[in-house]
């Protein structure tokens, strides 16, 4: 007789799941989307926003026409969405939940296929299960939801996985392998922290269990790097029209910054720094601990270990974990340590913890359901106890909306606009200009990152990369003045900007707190 966890069920009882799914997602989006209307403005949001209202509304190309420091794949989706909407942060925020709720979707996706020979009730609930392990993890929490590209590139990255690890167990597996390398070539070029993953995927196809022959996995891994390939095509594009534009946006400048935050007070720059940090603000807070810790059980210990799973049999698994410690390393490494960079494993993480307890109980290891279920009951409590942010107040967006941070923010856009009329504003935080479709500076488009570390790029390279420092900005105004100077974000860093607003007569306005310094011109 079959166990009742492997019954049949009804078409309704199917339909009625899939319902309560759809609407437990929405659920998961409006209180992530409230959540992030309610957080405050982060400076590393101004270039992402920034650079695709250059790209909507004057056809400006990061890297040829400005600097930027990432890879370029965001800039066109948000320049798409721009094209749709007057209201930059709130759309792109929306954007970045969106796909924040999709990486949820997707675990649960993934469980209920992973556990697809047991009937709809455990289905469900291990596939809703899989998606809160996600949604509550802190370090979802802290990364995701804001204006950059966190959020996109994990999306695609659990794409790829899934999709490669379908493909490991079909004889005619050259579509999946083929979309798996496009997602994963989208998400490096989205966010250079997944190109250590293109080892285990160009490694792995060697080990794939479907394919007998070498000849069946070669031709596979040509698949594979024609879809990688595709997706790249904007990468490449812009490569070949600025080539040292493209590398010092992408490379060099994370070099430079390392020059940046080394200077004295900075201690998470060095190895030991780096790994101080991993242990004291990403490993020991006890929610962070208790996914890295179902990982090393469930995964190192109960299968590799204990189990003795080889690649052959627990192909999946192998390959996830692979997956998850090159961008644990990536997140590592970093600089400076954050502890948004330590998000982009977590879904991998809980990808390997499934087909971990899938393999462990096809081998008959009864104790993993025990050991399952108290892994979720600390995790469910610890949760609890530490009253999510997410049940507070969950739909004050709808009630408060002109208080929300993004629509602030455009508030005060709009002001600006009705000051100064038309011309370019000088700021570190050009989303506010560009809320109130006022133009911006293109080489300040990063925000605070280029101005802070200009004086750190040789002098001879500062002019071919348009980068201003310090001692070119009286002159480079000159032949473009500005209608208007912003501050009152970053401190020390504005204080050339201050000092040309009062050498030239600038008259102060205070503008929700900061300072609108309007040329003479205006008035």
Not at 136 to 160: K, R
Not at 237 to 246: D, E, G, I
Not at 269 to 278: A, D, E, H, M, V
Not at 352 to 360: D, Q, S
Request: hydrophobic share 50%.
């Amino acid at each position: 007789m079959k166990s009742p966890y492997y019954l049949s069920t009804s078409k309704t009882l199917k339909f009625a799941s899939a319902c309560a799914a759809i609407i437990f997602f929405i659920s998961l989006f409006i209180l992530s989307f409230n959540l992030k209307m309610f957080s405050s403005l982060n400076h590393d949001e101004h270039q992402f926003v920034a650079s695709g209202s250059l790209l909507a509304n004057k056809s400006l190309l990061p890297y040829r026409d400005y600097p930027y420091h990432h890879m370029p794949n965001l800039v066109f989706i948000y320049a798409a969405i721009f094209k749709c909407t007057n209201y930059l942060l709130l759309s792109s925020r929306a954007f970045s939940v969106l796909c924040g709720v999709l990486c949820c979707a997707l675990l649960s996706y993934s469980a209920v296929n992973i556990f697809r020979h047991y009937n709809v009730f455990v289905r469900f609930f291990i596939g809703i299960g899989s998606a809160l392990l996600l949604f509550t993890s802190p370090l979802f929490i802290t990364a995701t939801g804001f204006a950059w590209d966190q959020d996109l590139p994990v999306f695609f990255g659990l794409i790829a996985t899934i999709l490669y690890c379908r493909a490991a167990t079909q004889r005619k597996a050259w579509g999946y392998v083929f979309f798996s390398g496009l997602f994963i070539g989208l998400a490096i070029g989205t966010r250079i922290s997944f190109a250590l993953t293109a080892i285990p995927f160009l490694c792995a196809i060697f080990l794939f269990p479907s394919a007998q022959t070498k000849y069946v996995k070669i031709r596979l891994l040509f698949v594979f790097i024609g879809g990688f390939f595709l997706a790249m095509m904007p990468s490449l594009m812009l490569f070949l029209m600025a080539p040292k534009q493209f590398i010092h946006g992408v490379i060099n400048y994370h070099f430079i910054t390392l020059r940046f935050v080394g200077l004295p007070g900075k201690d998470t720059i060095g190895p030991f720094g780096k790994f101080s940090f991993f242990i004291t603000k990403i490993l020991f807070p006890i929610k962070n601990l208790l996914l890295f810790a179902g990982f090393a059980f469930f995964v190192i210990f109960k299968t590799i270990i204990k189990a003795k799973a080889t690649v052959y049999n627990a192909f999946e698994v192998f390959f996830i974990s692979s997956v998850a410690v090159f961008l644990l390393i990536f997140s590592i490494l970093s600089t400076p340590s954050h502890e948004k960079y330590f998000y982009t494993p977590i879904p991998f993480i809980i990808l390997g913890i499934l087909y971990a307890v899938a393999f462990l109980i096809t081998k008959k290891e009864e104790k993993i359901k025990l050991a399952v279920v108290v892994f979720i009951i600390l995790y469910v409590t610890n949760f609890v106890t530490n009253k999510s942010r997410y049940f507070q107040s969950p739909f004050k967006w709808i009630s408060r909306y002109r208080q929300t941070i993004p629509i602030q923010i455009h508030d005060i856009g709009v002001e600006m606009a009705d000051a100064v009329h038309d011309g370019k504003v000088l700021t570190l935080a050009p989303i506010f200009p560009l809320e109130g479709k006022l133009d911006i500076y293109e080489e300040f488009a990063t925000g605070p990152f280029m101005w802070r570390t200009a004086d750190l790029v040789d002098k001879k390279d500062r002019k071919r990369l348009r980068i201003i420092s310090e001692n070119e900005l009286d002159s480079y105004l000159t032949k473009k003045p500005p209608v208007a100077i912003f501050i009152g974000f970053e401190g020390g860093l504005e204080k050339p900007m201050f000092l040309y607003a009062q050498k030239n007569r600038f008259k102060k306005q205070v503008l929700a707190n900061h300072e609108l310094w309007v040329s003479p011109v205006v008035h």
